[in-house]
Nanobody, 126 residues
Framework: QVQVVESGGGLVQPGGSLTLSCVVS????????IGWFRQVPGKEREGVSC????????YYADSVKGRFFIIKNNAEDTVNLQMNSLKPEDTAVYYC???????????????????WGQGTQVTVSS
């Protein structure tokens, strides 16, 4: 049984940092990519970042390049999203998702992904 669980969301002031963690069980991640998405009410789910586990290839949305970093934590077996210099427009529910490499076409297309977590709320506000 595959499970995807995110954690680490919360309230942070503009300019602050937050790290989200994603634990995926039931998959051999060597054959998968892990993506982070976000969604605000009334808008489509947006691809934020993706990590191909096998070769550590990273992908980022233009809106977060240089501020967000996707990291495989081998000690804890998590895929983390380190978010720095946060802005109010980063406020959203953040989701972690897994996609088999054979199914990965466009990393930022949520329709490509097979398994999803329940989401964690990130609010950037003073």
């Amino acid at each position: 049984q595959v499970q995807v669980v995110e954690s680490g969301g919360g309230l942070v002031q503009p300019g602050g940092s937050l790290t989200l963690s994603c634990v995926v069980s039931g998959l051999d991640l060597e054959y998968y990519a892990i993506g982070w998405f976000r969604q605000v009410p009334g808008k489509e789910r947006e691809g934020v970042s993706c990590l191909r586990i096998r070769d550590s290839r990273e992908y980022y949305a233009d809106s977060v390049k240089g501020r967000f970093f996707i990291i495989k934590n081998n000690a804890e077996d998590t895929v983390n999203l380190q978010m720095n210099s946060l802005k109010p427009e980063d406020t959203a529910v953040y989701y972690c998702a897994a996609v088999g490499l054979h199914n990965l076409d466009l990393w930022s297309d949520p329709n490509d992904y097979d398994y999803w977590g329940q989401g964690t709320q990130v609010t950037v506000s003073s």
